[in-house]
């Protein structure tokens, strides 16, 4: 009886041992968790603290040069009021301060700032840092130069003296600017009404409207290039204006000035001016794959219309007189209407 006993708990003590084999193996082949790594304060911190609202003035000469370096996306307003002050206003965006490079010696008066942004503690960021907000605007004296360099935005000007303007992507609209405008978007639209001065407009591959524009000085010119989309030009009062577009067509509605040279060039599309019956110019047609057709009365001089790639008409409209009118299309057709 004491054997059957011993047996009995030597086979209980043996399973027990068994049993907790599995368990113990597991324990043994998975390594150790490793402990959470202590994150430093600032960098537990959210990003969002970055973007803000923020609004800031600071008092110029009224001729004041403004100069944004780099707005790398949003949407910019540009406004011309009746004080010696800058105002800039961003929603939702990085904070921002005014760096003085010039003042003027008569007023004491800065006549050139630049808005940059800045860091937490208020220190100046290099050149290479962007404003960021979704809405941006900005208000300057109406005598003022605006210079801005964006990435992503669409920019709107009113009423300034003069506006520079060059963007990657987005479309840019310019009215009332009286002393010049130069503007380049990369992938926009341009659109210019109203403005005086020498313009250049430049698109890669947007279109281009301008109306109502002239010059502010004797001489001034007038030039847009558009590498694919189409230029519409209404009421210029400029007298040299060159028009160049690689691939899209080029609308002309305006009377012809004394004196005055017009260029516009397309290498693949149409040319068609709408001009008064009254016009007087002499004209110029070259062009390939198309035709030359005019409902003013033409008087042809020369001209080669044979098989080839390569025709041209050379004329006059009304008394001829002194203007010049030089017309160029590879592959489209070039028609002159009355307005």
């Not at 600032?42 to 803000?52: C, G, M, V």
């Not at 910019?76 to 961003?90: A, H, L, S, T, Y």
Request: glycine fraction near 10%.
């Amino acid at each position: 009886m004491n054997k059957i006993i011993e047996n009995l708990i030597l086979c209980i003590a043996i399973i027990t041992v068994f049993a907790g084999l599995p368990s113990l193996a597991f324990a043994q082949n998975v390594p150790p968790r490793p402990e959470a790594p202590i994150r430093p304060a600032s960098r537990i911190r959210s990003a969002t603290h970055l973007f803000k609202t923020s609004e800031k003035f600071v008092k110029v000469d009224g001729s004041v040069n403004v100069s944004f370096g780099c707005i790398s996306e949003g949407r910019v307003k540009v406004n011309g009021w009746n004080r010696n002050e800058v105002r800039v206003f961003v929603e939702g965006g990085n904070p921002f301060s005014f760096k003085v490079l010039q003042k003027s010696i008569k007023t004491g008066e800065p006549v050139w700032i630049q808005v940059i942004g800045v860091n937490e503690n208020n220190k100046f960021r290099s050149s290479g840092e962007c404003i960021t907000g979704g809405e941006i605007e900005i208000d300057v004296p109406r005598n003022a130069t605006v210079n801005i360099k964006g990435r992503e935005i669409t920019t709107i000007i009113d009423s300034i003296k003069k506006a520079v303007v060059e963007t990657i992507g987005g479309d840019i609209a310019l009215r009332k600017v009286a002393d010049g405008v130069i503007a380049s978007a990369g992938r926009g639209d341009i659109t210019v009404e109203e403005s005086g001065g020498a313009i250049m407009l430049d698109s890669t591959t947007g279109n281009i409207l301008v109306f109502d524009v002239g010059p502010s000085d004797i001489g001034d010119t007038f030039k847009a290039t558009t590498q694919s989309g189409t230029i519409t030009l209404q009421t210029l009062k400029h007298r040299q204006i060159d028009i160049k577009s690689i691939s899209g067509s080029v609308a002309f509605s305006s009377e012809i000035l004394t004196g005055a040279s017009y260029r516009l060039g397309t290498s693949k599309g149409s040319i068609r001016l709408t001009l008064p019956a009254d016009s007087s110019s002499r004209i110029s047609a070259i062009y390939g794959y198309g035709s030359f057709s005019s409902e003013i009365p033409f008087k042809i001089e020369t001209e080669n219309i044979s098989e080839g790639p390569i025709k041209s008409v050379f004329g006059t409209i009304g008394k001829g007189g002194d203007a010049i009118l030089k017309l160029t299309s590879s592959n489209g057709s070039i028609s002159i209407k009355k307005q």
